[in-house]
C-alpha cells in the first residue's frame, strides 16, 4: 500500500514538473472544466437537463482551452511540435469532432421541422388522428433513419477514442503537458458528446423500462411522478413511444401527447443551441492551433 502511494505522489509530482513551477490561472481552470465534466460523465443516468450541463462544460472547456492556445509560454511549448503527428491528430481530431457536430445539428433541425407538421395536424383537429398516422409515421420513419446517421456518429467518436495517444519519448516536459492537456480536452469532448448522442437514439445503456410501462405512464395525466421517476425515460423516447401508441390505437385524447411534444421541441432547440455554440467555440480552438503552428 506504501509503494502504491509513494508511486502515486512521484506521478503527480513529475506532472507537477512538466508545467510552469506556478501554472498560470488559465491552466487551472481548463483542469477545472475537465474535472467537472469526467464527474458528469460518471453518473449513470442520461436527462435533458444532465446533457444541457454537459454541453454548457463543453463550451466553458472549450474558451478556457483556447485562452490557453494564447499563451505565449503554450505557443513556444506547441511551436516545437510541428513536424510531429501528435499536433495533427488534434487537428484531425478536431475536424472530425466538428463534423459529428454538423451532424447533430442537421438532426435537431429536420426533427425539429417533422415535429412542427405533426403538431400543426393535432392542432388543427380535424380528422387530427388519419394526421396523426401520416404524420406521425413520417417522423418516426425520420427516427429510424436519424438513428442510423447517429450509430455512424458514435463509430467516429470511438474510433477517435481508439487514436488518443501522447508519446512523452524525446520531448520537452513542458511541451508533453501541452500535448497531454489538449488530448485530455479532446477526450472528454468526445466522451461528453457520445453521451448526446446516446440520449438523442435512446441508449440500450439508459434504465431499461419496457414500451407499455412507459406509455401507460405517459398517458396519465393526472399522475405525478418523482424527478428521479421522470428522469428515467428521455423526451425522444417518450415522444416515440406514445406516438406508436396514438398510430395503433387511435385513442379520442392526445392533450397529453401535445405537452410530450412541447417538452421534446424545447429539448430539440436546447441541444441545436449548444451544439451550434460549442462548434463555434471548436472552430476558434482550431484556429488558434493553426495559428500556432504556422508561426
Known sequence: ?????????????????????????????????????????????LSSTSISHKLNGLQDLQYSTDKLLQLTTTQQALAQECSDNQVDELLDGSLRILDICSSVKDCMVQSKDILHE????????????????IEGGKYLAYRKKMKKTIGKALENLKAIK??????????????????????????VTVS?????????????????????????????????????????????????????FLISSKPSSNENFQNHMQNLELCIE??????????????????????????
Request: hydrophobic fraction near 35%.
Open 118 to 133: 405533426l403538431q400543426s395536424v393535432i392542432r388543427r383537429k380535424r380528422d387530427a388522428a388519419n394526421g396523426i398516422t
Open 270 to 295: 436546447d441541444i441545436e443551441i449548444g451544439v451550434e455554440r460549442l462548434s463555434r467555440q471548436l472552430i476558434r480552438t482550431r484556429v488558434s492551433l493553426l495559428n500556432i503552428l504556422n508561426h
Open 162 to 187: 481508439n487514436e488518443f495517444t501522447v508519446s512523452s519519448s524525446n520531448k520537452d516536459k513542458e511541451t508533453n503537458s501541452m500535448l497531454s492537456i489538449l488530448k485530455e480536452a479532446e477526450a
Open 192 to 244: 461528453s458528446l457520445e453521451s448526446l448522442l446516446l440520449f438523442v437514439i435512446g441508449s440500450k445503456g439508459q434504465l431499461k423500462e419496457s414500451r407499455w410501462s412507459v406509455i401507460s405512464k405517459l398517458m396519465q395525466p393526472k399522475r405525478i411522478y418523482c424527478d428521479s421517476e421522470e428522469s428515467e425515460t428521455n423526451e425522444f423516447k417518450k415522444v416515440d413511444a406514445v406516438l406508436q
Open 1 to 45: 500500500m506504501a509503494a502504491v502511494e509513494t508511486n502515486t505522489k512521484t506521478s503527480l509530482h513529475s506532472r507537477s514538473n512538466s508545467l510552469p513551477s506556478a501554472p498560470h490561472p488559465i491552466v487551472s481552470q481548463v483542469e477545472l472544466h475537465l474535472n467537472r465534466l469526467k464527474d458528469s460523465g460518471a453518473t449513470a443516468s
